[in-house]
């Protein structure tokens, strides 16, 4: 069995990752779930979606506190996550391991190209 620190510091890396950069934390566990503690691909994604909601709950109550939470758009933006969150399970689900990473991998290239342009 893997020593409990290796699944902490990953979770340390995607909290981070989620309050600095408003990214779900995934794109940092889910590589680190494959890479390290050798979880198939749509478990790493499955238990990072798990995972990350504690997170990005205690974030989100510090912004708020600091009044940086623009409340209308975070209306609207859990409407589309509670539509768009299910649909994204079933094709998870139905998707290949390699399927899923190259997607991941594909989204974290053009995020990363989009940022280096904007």
């Given at each position: 069995m893997r020593a409990r620190w290796e699944p902490i510091g990953i979770g340390l890396l995607g909290g981070l990752a989620a309050g600095l950069l408003g990214v779900g934390g995934g794109i940092v566990v889910v590589p680190l779930l494959v890479a390290n503690l050798g979880l198939a691909q749509r478990r790493a994604h499955a238990t990072s979606l798990a995972a990350i909601a504690p997170a990005a709950a205690v974030g989100a109550l510090v912004y708020a506190n600091?009044?940086?939470?623009?409340?209308?758009?975070?209306?609207?933006?859990a409407i589309g996550a509670v539509i768009g969150a299910p649909l994204g399970v079933r094709v998870l689900s139905r998707s290949s391991d390699r399927a899923l990473a190259v997607v991941f991998l594909?989204?974290?290239v053009l995020v990363g190209l989009r940022l280096l342009i904007t």
């Open positions: 600091v009044s940086e939470v623009s409340w209308p758009t975070m209306g609207w933006l594909a989204f974290s």
